[in-house]
Structures are given as C-alpha cells and as structure tokens.
C-alpha cells in the first residue's frame, strides 16, 4: 500500500488541510487516519465555536496573522458552502479601572495584528445595544462571530473525499519509521489488526496526541519545545430565558492572557447561552464537568452579567486544550514545521493547535500547503 500524504488527524484541522491539499496541490493520493469512527470526536467538537477576530495574540506570532487570515477565509467559505454561522460581533467589558486599561491595551495590540473595526464604547453605547450587560466601557469587536463547526468539519471532509482523498476512520496510527525514501506508518485497523502503509509525507494533526506522533518519529519531543500540556476547559449552560437576555458575544478582558480568555459567555447558532471555559490542566483526558466550579463561574461572570442567580448554571461539557505553555509559562505560539533539518524530510508537525485553531484551519492548511515548495506539491 502507497500515498503520497498521509494526514493523521480527522479534527477541523487535519480536514482542512487535506480539503486544501487535494484540490490544489498536484495530484497526489492522500489518506487521512482518524482512531475514531467519524470526525472531530476530540477538541474539534468541544470548544465555544467563536470565529475570532485575532485581538489577543502578540504581533509577529503565528496565533494573531492566521487568526486574521483565517477569520477571514472561514467567513468566506461559510458563506460559499452554506455553513450555518452569525458574525454576531463581541464585546470585550471592563467594570473597573485596571478592566479598562487592559481594554486599551487589546486595542492596541489588535491594531498591530491587523484587526479591523474594532471601537471602543462607554456605558450608554453599551446599555443601547446590551441593556442587561453591566460595564463601564467595552471593546466592539464587529468580525468575531460563531459557526457550526459540525458542518463545517462535515462540508470539508465532503470536499477532500470528492476530490480523492480517502479518510480511513477507525485507524490508529502506532508507529512512524523513516528509511531515506520516505516514511512507513504503522497503524491499527478497525478489527484490532496491525498493517502499515509506505508514503512520501506525512503530517501530523493528531491535535493532544501530536507529541506522541512526533515522537513516534524519532523527535526528542522535550528537546523540541514539543511537550504539550493538557489543559481542561468546562462550561455551563444557561437557562434559555437567560440566554435571550444577550444577543452577542460578551467577555470580560483577559486576566491572565496566558491561560485563557476568562470565563465569557458565548451563543449557539441555536441562541442556547453558556459560559466557560475554565483552565485546568490535567493529567489525562477525562472530558468530566465539576459541579462544584459553578460557583467560580458564577462569581467571576455576574460582575458584567448582574441577572445571573447561581442556580442558573448547569455542567454541560469540556474540551482539553492543546497547550505547549505549562501552567504559569510565557506565550507559546502554534508550532507548523517541515521537518527537514530533524533529518525527516516531508514530516510537518502540527503541534499545540489550541485556540483559535478552529478560526484558523483554513489559513494553517494554507499554510501548509505553503509549505508545498519544500514538500513539492505546489
Ligand atoms: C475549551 C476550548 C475552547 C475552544 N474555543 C475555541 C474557539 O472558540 N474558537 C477557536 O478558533 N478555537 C477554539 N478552540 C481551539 C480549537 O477547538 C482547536 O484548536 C481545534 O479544534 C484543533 O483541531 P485539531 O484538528 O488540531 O485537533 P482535534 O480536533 O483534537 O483532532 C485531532 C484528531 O487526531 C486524532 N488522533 C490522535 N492520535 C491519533 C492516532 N494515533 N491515530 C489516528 N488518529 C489520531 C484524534 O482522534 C482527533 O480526532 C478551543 C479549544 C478548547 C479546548
């Protein structure tokens, strides 16, 4: 058995990447392993599925350019295939002083990402087009929407198998040799029995396992930078009646940019309320929600949402982050690399795909493909 890519990964990410490579690289033969029985099983189908603008993340970082690029190119593509999304806009509330001087300083870190649109509001602007949102000044972020990232996953693993690709659901990847000519994967198959396949390339989209394959390849993953920390993020619904007390995106400014966006409220396409997520990290996967964490979400939400009561608030799921910083780390960007220079030529690793990975599937597949003049597939 021969292709000339195999993609292991069937989340948003490993889909979109071989949407792109099979419609506009040359023609090769791609294959996409997944160990689940359908796609998106894993952090693609447990997160806010907010579109983001790219405010948050420091210039120059791979986070804030494919996040513009991306909100841009998932707008577009939404429109085109008929993807169920809103472009609901956020506000981004300060109820004290040291709020609205971190809203000054998103601002301008979004001016030097690129961001278009955003404004600044005070009280009144934010009463008329919130009334029941309580806050001394906001950030209008107008490109920060929602979409449903089902059918999103759905029309672009539509695409890659129209055009070719085959998704081999079911199959996990155990093990990735390199001899020269190219790799040999090694896999498990639906029935429990081992085959492999030979093939040119190979990229690694396996998302909280993306350590584990890269090592799989010979990488000494902690020498890389390419430990990834598993760090869980819950929510909890609102009752609906809440849920029509908002009509956009409202999250408070980041406390601690480096753990997350603090706990904000998000809309489904459906106009279900909820709030999250929290940071957890954690030791293994275990996708439970605490109960008891319904107080910290309470409290940290009803400074700029005042109709919260706390028995509002119940479990509803969590995802796990992807994260290359630990607890307590500096920024960590995204990783996208050909591995060449590691002696595995035509290996891209795709590791520490945490948030805004799901905005930014169309602009990393670009990139990827991009990444075609060393892998020649342009
Ligand atoms: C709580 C939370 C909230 C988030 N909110 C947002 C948001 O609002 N907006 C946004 O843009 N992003 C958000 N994200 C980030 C976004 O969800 C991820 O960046 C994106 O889903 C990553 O997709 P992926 O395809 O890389 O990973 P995954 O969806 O995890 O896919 C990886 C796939 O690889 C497969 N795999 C692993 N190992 C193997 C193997 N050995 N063999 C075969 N298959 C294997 C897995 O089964 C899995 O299906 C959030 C993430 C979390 C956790």
Redesign the pocket.
Known sequence: MYADIVI????????AVAAELVQKGKKCSIVV????ER??????????????AGIYYPEDSLKAALCVEGNRLLYQYARQWEIPHRRLGKLIVAYNDSGVGALLRLREQARRNGVAGLELLDEKQISRLEPHVRAQAALWSPTSGIIDSHRLMACLERQAIAAGALIAYQ????GLDYSGGGYRVY?TNPDGSTDNLACARVIN?????AE??AALAGIDTAAAGYRIYMCK?E?FSLPGAKGKLVSRLIYPPPLDELEGLGVHL?LSLDGRARL??NTIYVSQEDYSVDAVHARQFYHAAREFLPFLAPEDLEPEM?????KLQGPGEPFRDFIIREESDRGLPGLVN?IG?????????LSIARMVRRLGTVLDLN
């Open positions: 292991i990964g069937a989340g948003v990410v490993g889909l392993m997944e160990r689940h796609f998106g099983r894993e952090t693609s189908s447990r997160n806010s599925e907010v579109i983001h199959h996990t990847v155990t896999f989209c396996a998302g909280l396992q584990h394959i993020g929510y998000t999250g997520p969590a995802g796990i982050r992807p795709l795909i945490e948030s805004p990975g799901l905005t930014c599937c």
